[in-house]
Every structure is written in C-alpha cells, then in structure tokens.
C-alpha cells in the first residue's frame, strides 16, 4: 500500500465524516450554583480551588474541564442532582456543578430557584447543534432545516420554547417522582 508524505495526516474526527452538523441549535453552558446568600468571587475555573464541590454521578462536561476538575478541584460525587443541591442547600458543598438548564429545571420543580445562582462566567459554553448521517437521504435537508433553525432563532422561538419547558416542568417535574 503505498502512502502519501506530501500531505499531512488528517485532523478531521471520524465522526465529522459520518455526520453533517446543523447550525446551532441552541447554547447548552455548563455551571458552576451556589448558595444565593453566599456569592463568591469567581473569574475563572481556578477560583473554585480549595473549596468543596460537587456533581451528580458519572456527569462529564468535556475532556479540557474534566481534566482540570480531576486534578485540581475538590469534587465530590453524589447519586443525583437532587442529593447534590441538597448537600449544597446543607453547606456540605460550597458549589455545584452540572449542565445551566438542567439546574434551572430542577431547581424549578423543587423550588428552590430562590436560593441558588449559578456563577458567571459559565464553566464551559458548549453548542447542541444536530448531526444528519452523512450517507442518509436525510441528509439532502440539512440547508433548509439551517433556514428552519435561522428563522426559529430570529422569532425567538427556541428561547421561548425553553423558557415554557421550564414552567412546564415545574408544574410536573418528572425527574425523582414515583
């Protein structure tokens, strides 16, 4: 087999050859909540060095934070998300971190919104876009379902769509009920 030393190896992921991804869909930031009556000065991810925090098991936020929550924050792992507000709302945790609009739907069926913030800036800043099987006859659609997304995202469609999704979810919450 006969390889070529011209060009570089390729950096692009398998998967960005196996699927086609659509504009953004929407912003999805990881979070660092606090306590609402105990803020603390926070800039950067080093600031949470020394203090106590904590995540709901098995939750991931990216290889680059995950590496640095690994090997220089103090972070402890509980069951659920619910455990881990509770041990915050307790002064177990001075933080904890998990996805901004998963913290915003609990603490929205719980009701506790009242009494936990999540620190700015946000941790990390990742983007939900959707991913078309390139090899699909779906895929054919990805420019008018990126003019679909444009004209959602100009209306304000999607913020609104997930503002009532959170009233929604606090009216019926599903998530640690039988």
């Not at 105990?38 to 098995?58: N, S, T």
């Not at 609009?101 to 983007?127: C, E, R, T, W």
Request: net charge neutral; aromatic share 10%; charged share 20%.
């Amino acid at each position: 087999m006969a390889t070529s030393t011209s060009s570089p190896p390729s950096k692009i992921p398998r998967s960005a050859s196996f699927l086609l991804f659509s504009e953004l869909v929407l912003n999805n930031p990881v979070a660092a909540f606090v306590k609402k009556d105990h803020p603390m000065p926070y800039a950067k991810w080093e600031d949470l060095a020394g203090l106590r925090g904590g995540i709901a098991r098995g939750n991931r936020f990216g290889s680059a934070f995950d590496e640095y929550m690994d090997n220089r924050l103090h972070i402890n792992e509980t069951d659920n998300l619910e455990t881990a507000f509770n041990m915050l709302l307790a002064n177990r945790f001075d933080y904890v971190i998990t996805g901004y609009h998963v913290g915003q739907a609990y603490m929205a069926s719980a009701n506790i919104d009242d009494k936990l913030v999540p620190l700015q800036p946000f941790l990390i800043d990742s983007q939900n876009l959707f991913g078309f099987v390139a090899q699909s006859p779906c895929a054919v659609h990805l420019s008018a379902f990126n003019k679909q997304l444009e004209k959602l995202h100009k209306e304000g469609f999607i913020e609104r769509a997930l503002l009532q999704a959170r009233a929604d979810w606090r009216k019926a919450p599903v998530i640690g009920k039988n």
